[in-house]
């Protein structure tokens, strides 16, 4: 028995979401493998990673979806969560 197994939650859609390749919303699913959260489109087959900052790694599956987009990822996909720095913040006493 090892304990290294990758933990891989269940694949579900999110909603709202608009895949990055094919535009369409409602069609991207998200897991996580290990604490990696994985999206994958199931319309055009579209799939990336999201690394430590929240950005979009797109794997290379496939050489298809290698457009120029100017359109980011829907940034309502990515959970990401800024702390503010609590130096730049005068606690009010
Ligand atoms: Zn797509």
């Not at 690394?51 to 794997?59: F, R, V, Y």
Request: aromatic fraction near 6%.
């Amino acid at each position: 028995m090892s304990e290294s197994t990758v933990i891989k939650t269940k694949k579900r859609f999110i909603a709202g979401a608009v895949c990055p390749a094919c535009s369409e919303s409602d069609k991207l699913m998200m897991w996580s493998e290990d604490e990696v959260p994985h999206r994958e489109c199931v319309a055009c087959g579209y799939s990336d990673t999201l690394n430590a900052q929240g950005q979009s790694i797109p794997s290379e599956l496939g050489t298809r979806v290698n457009q120029s987009a100017p359109k980011v990822a829907n940034p309502k996909v990515q959970t990401v969560q800024f702390f503010p720095n609590p130096k730049l913040k005068k606690p009010e006493a």
